[in-house]
């Protein structure tokens, strides 16, 4: 079964750092673009960030860019998403999610992607 497990959230200060990795579980993730996605309390879920399966290109929303950073190991089947300058505002359950056969970029849109994981809460607060 294809799966994709995310972990590393947790309680943070405002200011501070997280990392967050998506796993892949049945499955190589080296032909899948990958997207970070977050679900507020009360609102629509929004894409954060995506990178692509080949050439390293990659996204990220207005509200994050700067301070969040995505990366991947392919050897390791792990894609992370480095959150730094934490603000209230980031508090969510953050999804990574997998879009197969998109070779260059990544796609914005939550429609795209194939396979999600179970998500992973981050809350901001002091």
């Known amino acids: 079964q294809l799966q994709l497990v995310e972990s590393g959230g947790g309680l943070v200060q405002p200011g501070g750092s997280l990392r967050l990795s998506c796993s892949a579980s049945?499955?190589?993730?080296?032909?899948?673009?990958i997207g970070w996605f977050r679900q507020a309390p009360g609102k629509e879920r929004e894409g954060v960030s995506c990178?692509?399966?080949?050439?390293?290109?990659?996204y990220y929303a207005d509200s994050v860019k700067g301070r969040f950073t995505i990366s991947r190991d392919n050897a390791k089947n792990t894609v992370y998403l480095q959150m730094n300058s934490l603000r209230p505002e980031d508090t969510a359950v953050y999804y990574c999610?997998?879009?197969?056969?998109?070779?260059?970029?990544?796609?914005?849109?939550?429609?795209?992607?194939?396979?999600w994981g179970r998500g992973t809460q981050v809350t901001v607060s002091s």
């Open positions: 999610a997998g879009d197969y056969g998109v070779v260059f970029g990544c796609r914005v849109g939550e429609a795209a992607y194939d396979y």
């Open positions: 049945g499955f190589r993730l080296d032909y899948y673009a």
């Open positions: 990178i692509s399966s080949r050439d390293g290109s990659s």
